[in-house]
């Protein structure tokens, strides 16, 4: 079936390095992708996306890369915070725009001061 | 309030009761999601609202589950019969726009606990 994976479950960085937090999902037809911050207790938050005619995007210290003939995401985090710290979840809309969105497994970030 | 909300936000019940889970969604938002998280996991796919559409109900379990969103706004997570396999979180989302783009607003989700 279709399904959004991650290929790390838990990233440690130091603080002030940069993050690069991968996934890879396998449906080639979806067209949207996002990427949602967890913290612990809480709901997820929109961090920033994609739709799939760019390949790449930037935000306030974030940045996604889309590669999709080998269908893979990444989103970057530059000069990662403490507060930064969370479950990391990359999402995609399969084809027919109908507003389905499927998540990935996650990945944990844990940024060490 | 600005945000979406869940209710209750923790929710005890003994195997086999049925449970009712409500979420109220940001006014004017026209999409509304259920998702189940459980301890550990990603976000599983239960059930879509959009406007008057017919939900898309693929993601439910099973016939124990259902949803309902009454007037296009508030909605309601049903379990019959629960089962400790549906201990997890219940997560509900709503967002603006139709189709596939747009940001899923989040709730902080119901936790449920099944005896």
């Known amino acids: 079936g279709e399904s959004v994976g991650l290929h790390l479950p838990t990233l440690s960085v130091q603080e002030g390095d940069n993050s690069i937090i991968n996934c890879a999902y396998s449906n080639s037809a979806s067209d949207y992708f996002i990427w949602y911050k967890q913290e612990s207790g809480k709901g997820p938050q929109f961090i920033i996306d994609i739709r799939s005619n760019m390949d790449k995007r930037q935000g306030q210290r974030v940045t996604v890369l889309l590669n999709k003939t080998v269908k893979h995401l990444s989103l970057q985090i530059a000069a990662t915070q403490p507060g930064d710290s969370a479950v990391y979840f990359c999402?995609?809309?399969?084809?027919?725009?109908?507003?389905?969105?499927?998540f990935g497994q996650g990945t944990t970030l844990q940024v060490k001061p | 309030g600005a945000g979406v909300s869940q209710s209750p936000s923790n929710k005890v019940t003994e195997k086999g009761k049925d449970v009712e889970l409500r979420c109220d969604p940001i006014?004017?938002?026209?999409?509304l999601y259920w998702y189940r998280q459980s301890l550990g996991q990603g976000l599983e796919f239960l059930i879509y609202f959009q406007g008057n559409s017919a939900p898309d109900k693929s993601g439910l379990p099973s016939d124990r589950f259902s949803a309902e969103r009454t007037g296009g706004s508030v909605s309601t997570l049903t379990i019959q019969r629960t089962q400790q396999e549906d201990s997890a979180v219940y997560l509900c989302a709503s967002k603006r726009e139709r189709g596939g783009d747009g940001e899923l607003f989040f709730g902080e989700g119901s936790r449920l606990t099944v005896l």
């Open positions: 006014s004017g938002h026209t999409a």
């Open positions: 999402a995609e809309t399969p084809s027919g725009n109908t507003g389905k969105l499927i």
